[in-house]
């Protein structure tokens, strides 16, 4: 990708959200990067020597739709618009759903849902104005099939992709694209909360455990060059995700087997 455009990302101080800003920096693009923890965002800021006449710094908490008016305000005003939104930011507290408190359903939903929803409102008249843009939404393979044990995450995440779908199709008349990109589990300070939770087995199911840089080569070099409406990845386990979703009694048959490799790997990590 060669042209410059301006990212407005949420989520930078660690994770996916952190090593996607390192890369845009390195790329030669202006970045307003954010997150809820302005310190740490700051600190790494400072460590990496993010350029400041490249890179904005800006706390933001996703959940409060006047903190996100400003940040876009103040980063279109110092970038003249935001090109690509980047809804990076999540949260995630495994439970069974009878143990479920109230906190961690307004944590989870405010976050995952009303934050990307929030941001896409923010940016998206000026967009519609040009005729041009583009957001990508981060959601999980929890968004392909229900997950049993982070069961809140998981719906939370099929939120996210249903309604970045929907939006994909009201906004193609209007110039403006929309994608959204199913990660398996992902090696970020999230992934590692879940270590000792028996109900998060099933995250550990997989094969293999990205990296936060498999996502970011996914957004930067197919996301962004082909707008696909999804990206799931790995492919192969989206379309097993897929099939579960399609055949819930068949996904419930292989769960306790999925679930007993999940363990296992939980106790090698």
């Keep these: 990708m060669s042209d410059t455009r301006t990212f407005l990302v949420t989520g930078c101080a660690s994770g996916i959200g952190r ?3 390192n890369a845009l920096v390195t790329r030669g693009h202006r970045v307003i990067a954010t997150d809820r923890d302005l310190t740490a965002l700051q600190d790494h800021a400072a460590s990496t020597r993010w350029p400041e006449t490249q890179v904005l710094v800006r706390k933001l908490d996703v959940t409060d739709p006047i903190e996100w008016d ?3 305000a103040i980063g279109a005003k110092r970038f003249r618009g935001i090109d690509v939104l980047v809804n990076v930011a999540g949260y995630l507290m495994p439970g069974w759903v009878h143990e479920v408190e109230e906190e961690e359903v307004h944590s989870t939903f405010d976050v995952n849902v009303k934050g990307v929803v929030f941001g896409m409102r923010a940016v998206l008249p000026a967009m519609i104005e ?10 999980s393979l929890a968004a392909l099939a229900p997950i049993a044990g982070i069961g809140l995450y998981s719906a939370s995440k099929y939120a996210v992709r249903g309604y970045s779908l929907a939006a994909a199709q009201e906004l193609k008349p209007l ?5 959204v990109v199913c ?8 992934l590692e909360m879940q270590r000792d939770y028996e109900q998060a087995a099933m995250t550990f199911s997989g094969p293999r455990v990205l990296e936060p ?12 060059v082909r707008a696909p409406l999804e990206l799931w990845l790995p492919s192969h386990r989206g379309l097993l995700a897929r099939f579960a ?3 819930p ?21």
């Design 213 to 224: 840089e498999d996502v970011v080569r996914a957004i930067l070099d197919d996301a962004l």
């Design 245 to 247: 979703d399609l055949m």
């Design 130 to 139: 040009r005729r041009a843009g583009h957001i990508i939404n981060v959601a």
């Design 70 to 72: 400003a940040v876009v």
């Design 183 to 190: 990660p398996d589990a992902v090696r970020t300070p999230m």
């Design 175 to 179: 110039g403006v694209k929309v994608t």
């Design 19 to 21: 090593a996607l800003a």
């Design 249 to 269: 009694r068949a996904a419930q048959a292989i769960e306790p087997i999925l679930r007993k490799r999940g363990r296992s790997r939980q106790r090698d990590l």
